[in-house]
């Protein structure tokens, strides 16, 4: 339970990796609104997100294939409003615990998406929906 006594600034990259649940929420598409700055989740994922596994499919180089990509780092603010309210990440920001479907405390990878957190079965893939409508595609 190293979250429990390592703060997030100070987590190893294995940590830091660990954390990830696999969920695949924060490569929706996200709209913000423009006039008072309210952020809006869609059921549009990013192209480069794999259908059957809810993993990037270029994780290594992001955000050279995908510039609005965002990138987390233990060294870096968290810009929590744009992660998803399940993501561990921001969960250790806000002071939180892992919840019990959390690969880290089941010890199984399969808990995210039987505890219906995962993307997977839900989403369209960004290729498939004009700019202009991803408004309709709102959650």
């Known amino acids: 339970m190293f979250w429990h006594t390592t703060p997030l600034a100070e987590m190893s990259p294995q940590q830091w ?56 780092k233990p060294e870096a603010s968290l810009p929590t409003r744009w992660l998803p309210e399940t993501c561990a990440y921001r969960l ?17 990878p399969a808990t995210v998406v039987e505890a219906g957190i995962s993307v997977l079965g839900w989403t369209i893939c960004e290729d498939e929906v004009a700019p202009e409508d991803l408004e309709d595609h709102v959650w």
């Open 92 to 108: 250790l920001a806000e002071g939180k615990d892992l919840p019990d479907w959390h690969p880290l405390r089941s010890g199984d």
């Open 17 to 72: 990796d660990a954390l990830c649940d696999g969920c695949g929420l924060c490569c929706l598409v996200k709209l913000e609104d423009e006039e008072d700055g309210a952020l809006y989740f869609t059921d549009v994922v990013c192209r480069q997100l794999h259908p059957d596994t809810a993993r990037c499919r270029v994780y290594a180089r992001r955000s050279q294939e995908v510039p609005e990509c965002l990138i987390l």
